[in-house]
């Protein structure tokens, strides 16, 4: 599975007050979510030894039906256009997530894809995304993906000794020639308008300099820097020791890409920067903006 491709957080109308006041009587607008993940399919077809949910503590998707049912499909589109309504809002983000999403199959993902479409492009803007690992991504893929204007972003972890300390099959074999391929099919001009963007899960052992010049050579639209999964208990690897080591492999590829004149968004270099004046950092995980996501797993929980 490949970290959730966050998407921009939406901007829409004040929420309506529902009757809640704070401490001081100050009236509190109504909570809203703009952006649900919808975890279409609960199997992945590599094996990456970073991810969290299939390698490591989460293994709850060992209950999860493989594919969401259409009915749950339905009645999710449903809740998501109730809540628009209730709520007033102008825009929302849907994000076929996984698993990796192309696991459900063209049939299906065209049927998930009219229903959503049907049911939430009357009343809302309704911008959808996939985050996936482009090993099925193909030509007949990318038309479908065209013709309901959905995002994709790609996992891709830079050159292929980098990508594939991580990124395997389940057998130990090499994801890198596939992914290349995916993010040539999204290059081509018929596809190049649902490119969304790469995202690279960082780690300090690989060359980060290196990693930079492999993802801008891919001429992604956007670049997502995702730090690993870790916890107090399971803290995220420090060579030496060293509690700055993030940040100073961050801080290389954040000099270089200001050298370069900032040639692609770095969702992770752009956030800071608009935290660090007092702006919306765009992402649930920097800063102290509400969190507006909600996770809808394949069996409708």
């Given at each position: 599975?490949?970290?959730?491709?966050?998407?921009?957080?939406?901007?829409?109308?004040?929420?309506?007050?529902?009757?809640?006041?704070?401490?001081?009587?100050?009236?509190?607008?109504?909570?809203s979510i703009s952006q649900f993940v919808l975890k279409v399919h609960s199997r992945?077809?590599?094996?990456?030894?970073?991810?969290?949910?299939?390698?490591?503590?989460?293994?709850?998707?060992?209950?999860?039906?493989?594919?969401?049912?259409?009915?749950?499909?339905?009645?999710?589109?449903?809740?998501?256009?109730?809540?628009?309504?209730?709520?007033?809002?102008?825009?929302?983000?849907?994000?076929?997530?996984?698993?990796?999403?192309?696991?459900?199959?063209?049939?299906?993902?065209?049927?998930?894809?009219?229903?959503?479409?049907?049911?939430?492009?009357?009343?809302?803007?309704?911008?959808?995304?996939?985050?996936?690992?482009?090993?099925?991504?193909?030509?007949?893929?990318?038309?479908?993906?065209?013709?309901?204007?959905?995002?994709?972003?790609?996992?891709?972890?830079?050159?292929?000794?980098?990508?594939?300390?991580?990124?395997?099959?389940?057998?130990?074999?090499?994801?890198?020639?596939?992914?290349?391929?995916?993010?040539?099919?999204?290059?081509?001009?018929?596809?190049?308008?649902?490119?969304?963007?790469?995202?690279?899960?960082?780690?300090?052992?690989?060359?980060?300099?290196?990693?930079?010049?492999?993802?801008?050579?891919?001429?992604?639209?956007?670049?997502?820097?995702?730090?690993?999964?870790?916890?107090?208990?399971?803290?995220?690897?420090?060579?030496?020791?060293?509690?700055?080591?993030?940040?100073?492999?961050?801080?290389?590829?954040?000099?270089?890409?200001?050298?370069?004149?900032?040639?692609?968004?770095?969702?992770?270099?752009?956030?800071?920067?608009?935290?660090?004046?007092?702006?919306?950092?765009?992402?649930?995980?920097?800063?102290?903006?509400?969190?507006?996501?909600?996770?809808?797993?394949?069996?409708?929980?």
């Amino acid at each position: 599975m490949s970290p959730t491709w966050r998407s921009s957080r939406s901007r829409h109308s004040t929420p309506p007050f529902d009757g809640t006041v704070d401490a001081a009587g100050t009236a509190l607008p109504r909570a809203s979510i703009s952006q649900f993940v919808l975890k279409v399919h609960s199997r992945c077809n590599l094996a990456c030894d970073h991810c969290y949910v299939y390698e490591h503590a989460d293994q709850s998707w060992l209950h999860q039906p493989r594919a969401m049912a259409p009915p749950t499909v339905r009645r999710t589109a449903s809740r998501i256009a109730e809540h628009v309504v209730e709520h007033s809002l102008e825009r929302v983000t849907v994000v076929l997530h996984g698993g990796e999403p192309l696991l459900i199959g063209p049939a299906r993902l065209a049927a998930m894809l009219a229903e959503l479409r049907s049911r939430l492009d009357p009343v809302t803007r309704l911008h959808l995304r996939m985050q996936s690992n482009g090993l099925l991504l193909t030509e007949d893929i990318c038309r479908l993906l065209a013709e309901f204007e959905v995002g994709v972003g790609v996992s891709l972890d830079g050159d292929r000794a980098d990508n594939d300390r991580h990124r395997r099959h389940a057998d130990g074999t090499s994801s890198h020639r596939a992914v290349l391929r995916a993010l040539e099919l999204l290059r081509r001009p018929e596809f190049r308008p649902i490119f969304a963007g790469i995202l690279c899960t960082v780690d300090i052992r690989n060359d980060p300099l290196a990693v930079y010049s492999a993802l801008v050579a891919e001429q992604p639209p956007r670049i997502d820097l995702l730090l690993p999964h870790a916890t107090w208990d399971q803290p995220p690897e420090r060579p030496n020791g060293d509690p700055a080591a993030y940040g100073q492999w961050l801080g290389r590829i954040y000099r270089r890409w200001n050298a370069d004149g900032r040639p692609v968004p770095i969702r992770l270099f752009d956030s800071l920067l608009s935290a660090m004046v007092g702006g919306p950092s765009g992402t649930e995980w920097i800063g102290l903006d509400p969190v507006d996501l909600a996770v809808v797993e394949t069996d409708g929980t």
